[in-house]
């Protein structure tokens, strides 16, 4: 009797030492329940590229960030960069001299000269308005309801995990990989964590990458309703790109609205959102999603 209750409790060691040592498998993160039901609702969602800009606004700032809430804009891209001292901030280009009133190199510059520009905005017009920082962006982001696109300058994907988690906003980001091996590097780091990846879902499944948590990027110009749908049946959203066609017309973004394209990014934000029916009917849309998600 002994050796069989030993043998009991070892078997029964075991397997709980087994299902210990077994890795959890990924979930479906808040942030790619939302796009689920914007799919399966038929919905558009709009996302700023550069965080939305135009006269008064500039590029990758808070105040472009807060006007998106205002317009019924779920997302705004921001760009990610290091200063030569470790602090994160948004910057788009590889040199301060375009959006600042400052000149250099970002991964040269230290954050005490950085954090004394102004921003300007697209047409030369300099702002009272700072360039931001990461963890101040994420705050006002939150404080404003937008989700923010993240998309790494001269930052580590390393870096940018360990900044995403030490400001709690897992489930308020997602994160653009321009390659497979971008996009199983960050989930090898976090794969809970909702990325924009290349259209190239096999290649990202054979990679590691985890297909519940990503969006595909269709590249830029007018999404192709049948490649849409295609990507509809497996499960899996879209996004693309209509910032380098934006002309003030509104016909662009119904049209490609309608093809069943889950995000359109873009620069006039304004226009964009204008033709889908402004805030009176992205906000129910969005609230429906938000809602879905828990």
């Excluded at 500039?58 to 019924?72: C, P, Q, T, V, Y």
């Excluded at 000269?113 to 962006?137: A, H």
């Excluded at 390393?158 to 489930?171: D, G, P, S, Y």
């Excluded at 934006?246 to 006039?268: M, R």
């Amino acid at each position: 009797m002994k050796n069989r209750l030993f043998t009991i409790a070892s078997a029964s060691s075991l397997l709980a030492l087994a299902s210990a040592c077994t890795p959890e498998a990924p979930t479906m993160s808040y942030q790619a329940r939302v796009l689920e039901c914007v799919r399966e609702n038929g919905f558009t969602m709009l996302a700023a590229h550069r965080a939305g800009f135009g006269p008064g606004y500039a590029e990758n700032a808070i105040a472009s960030i807060r006007r998106n809430a205002e317009l019924g804009v779920l997302y705004a891209e921001v760009d990610v960069a290091e200063s030569s001292d470790g602090q994160l901030y948004l910057m788009h280009d590889w040199t301060l001299d375009r959006t600042t009133t400052g000149t250099g190199e970002i991964r040269e510059t230290a954050w005490s000269y950085i954090s004394t520009l102004n921003l300007v905005d697209p047409d030369g017009q300099v702002l009272d308005e700072t360039v931001p920082t990461f963890e101040d962006t994420i705050l006002a982001a939150r404080e404003a309801g937008v989700y923010l696109n993240l998309d790494l300058k001269n930052v580590s994907e390393q870096t940018l995990v360990e900044a995403i988690a030490a400001n709690n906003a897992e489930n308020e980001v997602i994160v653009i990989a321009y390659t497979v091996e971008d996009a199983a590097l960050l989930h090898s780091l976090n794969p809970d964590l909702v990325l924009s990846a290349p259209n190239r879902p096999q290649e990202l499944a054979d990679a590691g990458v985890n297909l519940d948590n990503v969006y595909l990027w269709l590249g830029v110009g007018e999404p192709d309703a049948d490649q849409d749908a295609a990507l509809a049946t497996q499960g899996l959203e879209a996004a693309a790109g209509l910032f380098p066609l934006e002309n003030g017309e509104t016909a662009l973004y119904t049209n490609a609205a309608a093809t069943g394209v889950e995000v359109l990014s873009i620069d006039d934000v304004l226009t964009g959102s204008r033709a889908l029916g402004g805030r009176a009917a992205l906000d129910p849309q969005i609230e429906t999603c938000r809602t879905a998600a828990g």
